[in-house]
């Protein structure tokens, strides 16, 4: 019999936290630490800070079972554990492109010199390439020689909304090492994750490999994604002047199994902590290394992804009818009802949300903006307190002119256009992520407008 390591994840934002209790789940004695001592006695006490469905149960059941414990001081983690986590955030930094290291650089020199015993200490934040060299540096400099203390670099692919079973039912596990030994421990300390595909007949690829290969997969991977988003709301720009429909487009594309299916939804864009973010760490980081041109094509990606939240403001001016001056539309006596708030459903996550921003500029441009979001109130909130909030859907379309779908919760997808059209004062809908059937929509009376498809 294995006995399995014990883990503990610093930093229990939503990466540290989401890990630590899908590892208690699969049978693993887990510390998770914070310096933030709030976050860490609401996680105590059984309350996930963020909003991740299923994320709730499996914490209150694992803190009763006693293999889970939330902590905020090194001393203990370090006395416990036998891999360590880094999970903590790597934020852009003020000049707005590279990644603010001090939080993972914290982590280590308040860990290292603590440890006893020989650990391992595994990165998981998002970092730029190289990151795990210095960081194997600071250990060097700051844990006792004689422990043989090491650094390994894992980083996570998880997604907001599917983030239990992204962690549980990993597509792949990705481990930068130097040592036959860092490569054992790592391996152990993802036993659970193993074990449970076996059971369920699955196999979960390990792909072991150099420090830095380790540290670009990640940031390779969401740079190939956004891209894939970029290319399709590029494609929706022809379609657009084109007079051709993107969500067919894609369908018929995606057919391609080299090309997929998945990740083609044109719409407004992408948002969220991680895809706006890396891109622009990465071509930071790229420049610095003196590969900046191979990367000059991600700045092309931001472009267009940022061109259509202004698109969503001229379909705005069109459809109510509003010119579209050198300064952008003038919206003044018009209303708007914003749907959704979040970056996408099934979270309450607000940063670098299209829909946000669209609602601002809408609200800039003079709309009396009207905003409502299943779960992203009270964190849009705090982000555009200026904005008008609803506390429901039907609240938020009372007697405007025109609706915005701007995230696809299915609350909104699932609307009746009927009902909703005896709400409004007009009945103008702009389908920010082409997820309404138009032609239900028109049939109800709508004018419908999509992103890169034709009038309806
Ligand atoms: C992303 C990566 O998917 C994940 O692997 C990584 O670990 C973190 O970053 P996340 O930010 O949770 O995860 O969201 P994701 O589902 O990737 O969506 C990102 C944005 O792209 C959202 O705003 C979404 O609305 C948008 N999107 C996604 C599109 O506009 N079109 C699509 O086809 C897919």
Redesign the pocket.
């Known amino acids: 019999v294995i006995t399995l390591p014990r883990l503990a994840f610093l930093g229990t934002g939503y990466l540290g936290a989401t890990y630590a209790i899908c590892f208690a789940e699969l049978g693993y004695e887990v510390l998770g630490f914070d310096v933030d001592e709030a976050k860490i006695s609401k996680l105590a006490s059984g309350e996930v800070p963020f909003h991740e469905p299923g994320l709730d149960d499996l914490l209150r059941r694992n803190l009763a079972s006693g293999r889970l414990r939330f902590v905020t001081t090194y001393e203990e983690i370090a006395v416990f554990a036998d891999v360590h986590f880094i999970c903590v955030g790597t934020p852009q930094r003020a000049d707005g492109m590279g990644a603010d290291l001090s939080y993972v650089e914290s982590a280590v020199i308040n860990l290292a010199p603590r440890l006893r015993r020989r650990a391992l200490i595994v990165g998981k934040s998002t970092v730029p390439v190289g990151t795990a060299d210095w960081v194997e540096e600071l250990v060097a400099k700051h844990a006792d020689p004689t422990l043989g203390v090491e650094v390994a670099w894992s980083p996570?692919?998880?997604?907001?909304?599917y983030a239990v079973e992204d962690v549980l039912r990993p597509n792949r596990i990705v481990c930068g090492v130097k040592s036959q030994w860092a490569s054992e421990r790592l391996r152990a300390a993802h036993k659970g994750v193993f074990d449970l595909a076996a059971t369920e007949d699955r196999d979960v690829p390990v792909v072991m490999t150099d420090f830095a290969t380790a540290e670009l997969v990640k940031v390779a991977?969401?740079a190939f994604?956004a891209t894939k988003?970029s290319f399709?709301n590029a494609m929706a720009e022809v379609c657009e002047v084109a007079g051709a429909d993107v969500t067919q487009l894609a369908r018929a594309i995606g057919y391609d199994p080299r090309i997929g299916n998945r990740?083609?939804?044109a719409?407004?864009?992408?948002?969220?902590?991680?895809?706006p973010k890396d891109i622009r760490a990465f071509q930071a980081r790229a420049q610095e290394l003196g590969a900046g041109e191979a990367l000059r094509f991600l700045h092309e990606v931001d472009l267009i992804n940022t061109r259509r939240r202004f698109r969503v403001l001229t379909l705005a001016a069109e459809l109510l009818g509003r010119p579209v001056g050198p300064a952008g539309p003038d919206l003044s006596g018009t209303s708007v009802a914003v749907l959704g708030a979040t970056?996408?459903p099934h979270s309450d996550d607000v940063r670098d949300a299209?829909s946000l921003a669209v609602a601002a500029a809408l609200a800039a441009a003079g709309a009396h903006v009207r905003v409502y979001d299943p779960q992203g109130m009270a964190n849009a909130r705090r982000a555009q307190p200026a904005l008008d909030y609803a506390e429901s859907m039907v609240a938020a379309v009372t007697d405007v002119s025109l609706v915005l779908v701007a995230t696809e919760w299915p609350e909104f997808r699932n609307a009746d256009p009927t009902l909703l059209g005896e709400l409004v004062a007009d009945r103008k809908v702009i389908d920010g992520r082409n997820c309404l059937d138009p032609r239900q929509w028109s049939r109800a009376g709508w004018s419908y407008r999509g992103m890169g498809r034709p009038p309806a």
């Open positions: 996570e692919f998880l997604q907001e909304g991977a969401n994604l988003i399709i990740f083609l939804q719409g407004l864009g992408f948002g969220g902590g991680c895809l970056f996408k299209p």
